[in-house]
């Protein structure tokens, strides 16, 4: 069971709008400001996405999106492509004995 | 650009050790603040962070691995290392090193991931 928790799909159409969500504690989401996401396609090494919430690393699009509020961060992809489906999942740090714990991985899957 | 590249066996017999190297290129690993990390993915699974290293040597580890995990890093050849004691099936799963860029919060560069299978 992992430590944070995703939902383990989503699904939308090209051109529409997904948010994947990432619930945790005030031990982790909660209580810091660095949540980052990761996309996964299928045999390939995790991307980073988005760091420290909202923040996208050079090079990412701007339709790819992050947020929080209380204990739970997302991941909202707009203008969904064909080439967004993939697994993302989402890490926070969480705290000095722990120090970083990700989510199950969410699957979305673009119609 | 960062590049990194795991190396070591697939195989390992339960009860063993595993011992992973990552090899980087495009940057110095003594670049203050970097720390280099070991995240895992079992068969289907999720990610799991492992341990990670400073430049000076000093690590972190996930505290479920109860003690089982060594790292060690020789920033003259770029390289750093990973051991996991007393392996069992559960441990099989692919291992990634990627850099850990500030400390737990972001890791920006991974290496394509090598599978180790533990069986006898």
């Known amino acids: 069971q992992s430590a944070l928790t995703q939902p383990r799909s989503v699904s939308g159409s090209p051109g529409q709008s997904v948010t994947i969500s990432c619930t945790g504690t005030t031990s982790d989401v909660g209580g810091y400001d660095w949540v980052s996401w990761y996309q996964q396609h299928p045999g390939k090494a995790p991307k980073l996405l988005i760091y420290?919430?909202?923040k996208r690393p050079s090079g990412v699009p701007a339709r790819f999106s992050g947020s929080k509020s209380d204990s739970t961060a997302s991941l909202t992809i707009s203008g969904l492509q064909a080439d967004d489906e993939a697994n993302y999942y989402c890490?926070?740090?969480?705290?000095?004995?722990?120090?970083?714990?990700f989510g199950g991985g969410t699957e979305l899957t673009v119609l | 650009q960062v590049q990194l590249q795991e190396s070591g066996p697939g195989l390992v017999k339960p009860s063993e050790t595993l011992s992973l190297s990552c090899s980087v290129s495009?940057?110095?690993?003594?670049?203050?603040?970097?720390?280099w990390a070991w995240i895992r993915q079992p068969p289907g699974g999720g990610l799991e962070w492992i341990a990670s290293i400073q430049s000076n040597g000093r690590i972190s580890h996930n505290p479920s691995f109860a003690g089982r995990t060594t790292m060690s890093v020789d920033t003259s050849k770029s390289v750093f290392s990973l051991r996991l004691a007393t392996v069992t099936a559960a441990d099989t799963a692919k291992y990634f090193c990627?850099?850990?860029?500030?400390?737990?919060?972001?890791?920006?560069?991974w290496g394509s991931g090598t599978l180790v299978t533990v069986s006898s």
């Open positions: 890490s926070s740090y969480a705290g000095v004995h722990v120090f970083v714990v």
């Open positions: 495009g940057v110095s690993m003594s670049t203050t603040g970097h720390f």
């Open positions: 420290d919430v909202y």
């Open positions: 990627a850099r850990d860029l500030y400390g737990f919060t972001e890791f920006d560069s």
